[in-house]
């Protein structure tokens, strides 16, 4: 396996080719999500629909934890591969397989055994209650297979590859389709079937995935007996990933009370925002993917000191993401029906789902500065302001701004959805502070350690 080195050379060219394999892997990883709901739609009934939107977010939410903990992987991987140490890069690995199959283990039954109550918390329709909680307990079952398959992704970013995660994602997608197609379509299993084709499928890449990992060539050579939780790199892990899962938990609750907002106006409008929901992982793709990539890219040259390369890498993204942003939002706010069409047959559900499109559109042009700040901060281990600013947005504007709206707005989906955008704003000039100050800081502490020379 080559590992990117991006400490020296043209920015932009080793930012977009490291970024586009994560783009595309992150596509398929929406295609697999997307799957679920769009078989679902078409073969199944609405509370099928409902129920798969209810439920995924929740396991969503869970995984996103797990995601962004392992970010704590990433960075320090990253840094110390920009560091030139390898080997505790390696050692590095082996005590956060051993943390996350700890998580993996705790989030299974947590899932497994609470999946009605889950359900409940959620206000799941009456007429997709029990469909809601079986979906969560199949997906929650599988909560192992659904950990490493992440966990892997994150290890290999951070060691600059981004194409065997690529690759990864690419064979569960589709094994996931052949998956759906056969349970739902076939077999007429509707939301429990696309929840079984789901961690089948996981299943499948983790099994190929190790195949090939056995089978590639490190930058350093990892043997059982870094298979150790040393507390030095437990310590290192869990005070970058913490703040980091912990703020993405806290983000994805406000998701799930927006969502358990929408579930007290009925069935339809369940279905419409989890319509929306799948929509809008796809017209987030670019700065997602952008904010992945910032944080390795970021953590190698923040490693090797190089905080002004790093700056500019940061900059870049951001110019890049917001083309992409505006031409996202004309597309989703004036032909949103199109986009979620795609998902359901059903002429009120895509109706719903393109009132609660038209508040994601206008985040469009939020999220290119929002998500490559994120990145930018995570890879120079800014991660208790990450987790600062997450929480602001979510509990001062987000879950408050729906309330509200839920309570003025005649049921109107898109004033709802304006919570969205309204506390990504916040968290902007919160970035954008922080950037003046932590460089402001470094300034005066690279001139203190100058003079003391």
């Not at 939410?61 to 560091?83: D, P």
Request: glycine letters at 10%; aromatic letters at 12%.
């Amino acid at each position: 396996m080559k590992n990117n080195d991006f400490t020296s050379g043209a920015i932009l060219p080793k930012l977009l080719k490291f970024m586009l394999p994560v783009l595309l892997a992150m596509f398929l990883q929406a295609m697999y999500g997307a799957v679920d709901l769009l078989v679902v739609g078409q073969f199944g009934t609405t509370a099928d629909v409902s129920a798969v939107s209810t439920g995924s977010q929740i396991i969503m939410t869970l995984t996103n934890i797990l995601v962004s903990f392992s970010m704590g992987i990433t960075v320090a991987v990253g840094q110390r591969i920009g560091q030139k140490r390898p080997d505790e890069a390696a050692q590095t690995i082996g005590t956060g397989l051993i943390i996350f199959g700890i998580i993996g283990t705790a989030l299974t039954l947590i899932c497994f055994a609470g999946s009605v109550h889950l359900a409940w918390i959620m206000q799941a329709p009456k007429a997709a209650f029990y469909l809601t909680s079986n979906y969560i307990k199949i997906c929650g079952g599988g909560f192992l297979v659904i950990t490493a398959y992440n966990l892997l992704g994150s290890i290999f970013r951070g060691l600059g590859d981004s194409k065997t995660p690529l690759i990864a994602v690419g064979i569960a997608c589709l094994f996931n389709i052949i998956g759906d197609l056969l349970f739902v379509a076939v077999f007429h299993l509707g939301a429990s079937g696309a929840a079984l084709a789901t961690v089948m499928a996981q299943l499948i890449s983790v099994v190929i995935s190790f195949i090939m990992i056995r089978r590639a060539k490190l930058p350093f050579e990892f043997h059982r007996s870094n298979m150790k939780l040393k507390k030095n790199y437990a310590a290192i892990i869990l005070r970058i990933g913490t703040p980091i899962g912990l703020q993405d938990f806290l983000v994805g609750l406000s998701f799930l009370i927006i969502m358990a907002i929408v579930n007290r106006l009925g069935v339809t409008a369940s279905a419409g925002v989890g319509v929306a929901e799948k929509v809008c992982v796809f017209i987030m793709l670019v700065p997602l993917a952008f904010m992945q990539s910032m944080t390795a890219f970021v953590a190698q040259n923040y490693g090797a000191g190089q905080l002004q390369r790093a700056q500019k890498a940061l900059k870049t993204g951001i110019a890049v993401s917001f083309a992409f942003g505006v031409a996202m939002f004309l597309l989703t706010f004036f032909r949103g029906d199109l986009l979620a069409g795609v998902f359901s047959n059903d002429a009120d559900t895509v109706k719903a789902a393109w009132d609660y499109l038209k508040a994601y559109a206008i985040d469009c042009l939020n999220t290119c500065f929002l998500f490559c700040f994120i990145g930018y901060y995570n890879g120079i281990e800014k991660t208790k302001f990450v987790m600062l600013q997450g929480i602001c947005g979510a509990f001062l504007v987000r879950i408050p701004v729906a309330f509200l709206m839920q309570k003025i707005g005649g049921g109107s989906l898109f004033l709802i959805g304006t919570s969205i955008p309204c506390s990504t704003v916040l968290q902007i000039i919160m970035c954008f502070a922080a950037y003046y100050y932590f460089n402001k800081k470094y300034s005066q502490d690279t001139v203190q350690t100058r003079n003391e020379v």
